[in-house]
């Protein structure tokens, strides 16, 4: 943790923001290590009033309900001091939770690079002057950690993409990108659980479902989490 940090400001008029630091880049991994202890310090707080926490990559969002903060004792104009003075003694406990071990698990996503669903491959390996062929065993190299989750629900934001074949969004986003299709926008990469717009470079498509409103919880994967890219033929996509 860097100094001056956790920062607690109001976001809005129903939520405040704990920023943990500047940047995500300099130390991705330490960065959130620490965004996920804070989210679930306060978690484990129970504060009254605290209706959803969001976690980003510098940052954890705390949405809540004014009315129940006022219930819980607060008074009308110092809701969100109230508020910031819990979250403060909340995240300035130290050492009180064991963090789950984010080595434990890995989740194993396939991916099919038929023409039919890499609608962008040959332009990400123009763009990083190797072959296509290429980008695939670059992409499937890595084991991925789940940034945050956002955009649609259950779109994983995930880290540790390969420099070499970070490819810029196009200056022109599709009205639909179909779900499960695996892109690469900038220096991230991500899946799009739900048919939806998107300005991603698509490279692939996964026959998994990573957003089911029918499970709990809906979204396959969680900030945290770690991943690797599995390559599989069309045929192996259709079975699946």
């Known amino acids: 943790m860097t100094a001056g940090f956790p920062d607690i400001a109001p976001l809005g008029d129903s939520a405040l923001i704990v920023r943990v630091r500047d940047k995500f880049e300099d130390a991705p991994d330490e ?43 607060a008074k ?48 990400v390996a123009e763009h990083a002057h190797v072959s296509a062929a290429e980008v695939i065993e670059l992409y499937s190299a890595p084991e991925y950690r789940v940034s945050c989750i956002g955009f649609t629900p259950g779109f994983p934001f995930l880290s540790g ?50 957003f089911d409103p029918a499970k709990s919880p809906p979204a396959l994967l969680q900030a945290g989490d770690r991943v690797r890219f599995r390559s599989i033929t069309r045929e192996e996509f259709d079975a699946i």
């Open 161 to 210: 993409l390969d420099k070499k074949i970070a490819t810029p969004r196009r200056d022109t986003p599709r009205k639909e990108i179909p779900a499960g299709s695996v892109g690469i926008g900038g220096a991230q990469t991500g899946v799009y659980p739900l048919r939806s717009p998107g300005g991603w470079n698509i490279i692939g498509r996964t026959p998994l479902a990573l």
């Open 76 to 123: 009308p104009e110092q809701i969100i001091d109230w508020l910031g003075e819990r979250i403060a003694v909340a995240v300035g406990k130290r050492g009180k939770r064991k963090q789950k071990d984010q080595t434990a698990c890995v989740t194993e996503i396939p991916v099919c690079y038929d023409p039919n669903f890499a609608l962008d491959l040959d332009h």
């Open 31 to 73: 960065t959130l290590n620490d965004v996920l202890r804070i989210l679930h310090q306060i978690k484990d707080a129970d504060i009254p009033g605290v209706i959803e926490l969001a976690p980003a990559y510098t940052s954890v969002a705390v949405f809540f309900d004014p009315i129940r903060v006022i219930r819980a004792g």
